[in-house]
């Protein structure tokens, strides 16, 4: 029996990850869930799997919790804050922890998860991104295992040798690691209407069914430029190993191309909870609920090249890999702050990469090495973000 914490247990992949967990009563047990806003889902969770910790990310929904869990008959402590969410992914009680909070927010307790030496399921790109080395080095200090649940990072996982040694992929006859990505819902769309492109349109996804700032990020590619990053630090890959390739009907997850002419990919139904699964029970598979491929009705699977015009964000995040973690941290930063504000309907869809691109240009280049530095440049970068959206705002 395996213990699991789950942090952003209300989220998309939280939910999924419930999903799989409730398949294998037997195999693991929730120790805690995490959750933000969504407190009556929060509740009606614990309510199912009984977890002993239900934890709010901070106190504005704490009281309500409390007296849900009176009238639901929820045993477990309820806790808020910070420091409880690092508690409850580092608490020694726990194996896995699936680290599914969106966003920067969700960097310090995946950090106390890897530095106490957990098997972590990854879905938090955001803090890979954020901090790349920081997380590398803390699973490498901790021995915690690092497994990743982003379904295009799980299929090159499994499609790279067993005993791949980080960083080596010429000693695994590997020649490129091929990230496809769907190219999201404004593929085709004429360019000249981009500027009209509303929330409602960018928050809606061909393939998968997902939170809305990785759906937006997705429609804008950015999400591919986090992952092209993420892909950097889970495998310890250089930006010239990585080829981006347009695949729409996300059949394959990802590919892996071999020296003696070799492409081995994953394939499967675009549904989380495989990847879920594969983490969970890594070396091992289990049931995950998820259709089989139905090669009946499978009729195509394409392939192209993205067009840096359509998907300016793209272009930006493998720019700023090359550049270092600095830029990194900055980008996703910038991003954060940009996708918020066209959610909130305060800028244009086309005005998120500008966002992007004009907070990179107004920062001095640097280095950064502990996680002070990065949670600096986070707010910095958030900070001349907040400042371009605002003057674009009142235009
Ligand atoms: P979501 O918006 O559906 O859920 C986010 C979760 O984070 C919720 O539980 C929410 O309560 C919690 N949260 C939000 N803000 C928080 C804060 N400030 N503090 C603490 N908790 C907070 O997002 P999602 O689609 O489930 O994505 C979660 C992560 O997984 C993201 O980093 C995303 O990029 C990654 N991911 C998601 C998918 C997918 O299919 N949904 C695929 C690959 C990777
Ligand atoms: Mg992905």
């Known amino acids: 029996m395996q213990t699991v914490t789950i942090l952003g247990a209300t989220g998309s992949i939280g939910c999924s990850t419930l999903d799989v967990v409730a398949r294998h009563p037997q195999r693991y047990r929730v120790f805690a869930l995490t959750g933000h806003q969504r407190v009556e889902t929060l509740m009606q ?12 990310a901070d106190e504005s929904h704490y009281q309500k919790a409390k007296t849900l869990a009176e009238e639901m008959g929820i045993t477990a402590d309820i806790l808020c804050g910070a420091s409880a969410l690092e508690d ?5 009680e726990v194996d896995i922890v699936m680290a599914a909070i969106v966003g920067a927010a969700g960097l310090l307790p995946t950090l106390a998860a890897v530095r106490s030496g957990k098997r972590v399921l990854l879905a938090n790109k ?21 497994l990743p649940i982003d379904s295009e990072h799980n299929a090159i996982f499994q499609c790279l040798p067993r005993d791949y040694a980080y960083g080596r992929l010429a000693d695994s006859g590997v020649t490129q690691i091929l990230l496809t990505g769907s190219g999201g819902p404004f593929r085709t769309r004429a360019l000249d ?64 191309q071999y020296t003696d002419g070799s492409v081995i990919a994953q394939l499967g139904e675009p549904d989380m909870r495989t990847p879920i699964a594969y983490g969970l029970a890594y070396p091992q598979r289990i049931e995950a609920g998820v259709a089989p491929l139905d090669f009946a009705t499978l009729t195509s699977l394409e392939f192209s090249t993205p067009c840096q015009q359509r998907y300016p964000n793209l272009q930006l995040a493998i720019d700023a890999c090359r550049e270092g973690q600095a830029a990194t941290t900055r980008l996703n930063a910038a991003n954060e702050v940009a996708v918020g504000a066209f959610l909130n309907g305060q800028i244009r869809f ?5 966002v992007n691109e004009e907070t990179l240009n107004r920062l001095e280049p640097l280095s950064v090495s502990s996680l002070q530095h990065i949670l600096e440049q986070d707010s910095s970068a958030r900070e001349v973000a907040n400042h371009i959206v605002r003057g674009l705002s009142s235009c």
């Open 88 to 92: 409850v992914a580092s608490a020694s």
């Open 126 to 146: 955001e803090a890979l991104v954020m901090s790349g080395s920081l997380l590398v080095d803390a699973a490498n200090q901790s021995g915690a295992t690092i």
């Open 45 to 56: 969770q614990a309510k199912v799997c009984m977890p002993r910790y239900v934890v709010l």
């Open 350 to 354: 086309t005005d998120i990469a500008s």
């Open 193 to 256: 209407t981009f500027d009209a492109i509303t929330i409602d349109e960018a928050c809606y996804h061909p393939n998968w069914s997902m939170g809305r700032k990785i759906t937006v990020d997705s429609a804008t590619m950015m999400n591919k430029g986090l992952e092209f990053i993420e892909a950097c630090w889970l495998f310890g890959v250089q930006p010239d190993d990585i080829t981006v390739v347009l695949h729409p009907q996300s059949t394959i997850h990802s590919m892996v």
